[in-house]
């Protein structure tokens, strides 16, 4: 490799570095490392989470990794690394290869995730505790949208369309739907009877019919 092209892939490499720890913010640093000099091989560092400088060396890590699989090192990503004031980081580093695949060069990125460990561990228990109710809720805009919505997943439980249910399966949509809750709501009948093709009277008799067998069940 040239020292023109070698030096058109590290220019790159350190707009990138810029840009991203822009868009990331304090808890981003970006590294790039020409490994030719692994003693010195800092190039650019934009961000300050290690307190590094240009000049500094590759990592313990990289080294380690260099050591056993050269240039067939595999890209290490999202990986936990702790910092000497015990910050605590998720770590990316990739490999920069030649067009021979030689690898020439290391791009590293570190996030410190101290704080949101911290917030997380103070909410943990709000965020993992269970309940009875841990389903999918819909937040309705209005009445409509609930009716529908509950339609919608009896339909799904059904797996298929209304038009081709038998009378029985008619009676058991209306028993599935009344166990949900979704005649509780004003106007539900009518909607039910207008999916099923049915008067609102025969939707009132499903419904007596199958609240009749479920009280009798009861005793």
């Known amino acids: 490799?040239?020292?023109?092209?070698?030096?058109?892939?590290?220019?790159n490499l350190i707009n990138i570095a810029d840009s991203i720890c822009e868009m990331f913010g304090k808890n981003c640093e970006v590294a790039v490392h020409d490994l030719r000099t692994p003693e010195r091989s800092l190039i650019h560092i934009a961000g300050d989470i290690t307190h590094r400088q240009t000049g500094a060396p590759i990592t313990d890590l990289v080294l380690?990794?260099?050591?056993?699989s050269k240039d067939k090192a595999k890209d290490m990503v999202g990986y936990k690394s702790v910092t000497k004031d015990g910050r605590i980081l998720r770590s990316t580093t990739s490999f920069?290869?030649?067009?021979?695949?030689?690898?020439?060069?290391?791009?590293?990125v570190n996030f410190d995730v101290t704080e949101?460990?911290?917030?997380?561990?103070?909410f943990k228990d709000l965020l993992e505790k269970g309940s009875?109710?841990?389903?999918?809720?819909?937040?309705?805009?209005?009445?409509?949208?609930?009716?529908?919505?509950?339609?919608?997943?009896a339909i799904l439980f059904f797996g298929k369309q209304p038009s081709s249910f038998s009378p029985e399966e008619k009676i058991k949509f209306v028993?599935?739907?009344?166990?949900?809750?979704?005649?509780?709501?004003?106007?539900?009948?009518?909607?039910?009877?207008?999916?099923?093709?049915?008067?609102?009277?025969?939707?009132?008799?499903?419904?007596?019919?199958?609240?009749?067998?479920?009280?009798?069940n009861d005793d």
Do not use: H
Not at 1 to 11: A, G, L, P, T
């Open 96 to 108: 920069i290869r030649d067009k021979k695949g030689k690898i020439i060069g290391a791009f590293c």
């Open 64 to 68: 380690k990794v260099l050591k056993k």
């Open 116 to 122: 949101f460990i911290g917030t997380y561990n103070v």
């Open 132 to 153: 009875e109710y841990d389903k999918n809720e819909t937040f309705a805009k209005n009445l409509n949208e609930t009716i529908e919505t509950l339609t919608q997943e």
């Open 175 to 216: 028993s599935y739907l009344d166990e949900k809750g979704a005649f509780l709501i004003k106007g539900s009948v009518e909607y039910v009877a207008s999916i099923l093709g049915l008067s609102k009277f025969t939707v009132y008799s499903y419904l007596q019919k199958v609240r009749s067998s479920s009280n009798s």
């Open 1 to 11: 490799m040239s020292i023109d092209e070698r030096k058109v892939i590290f220019d």
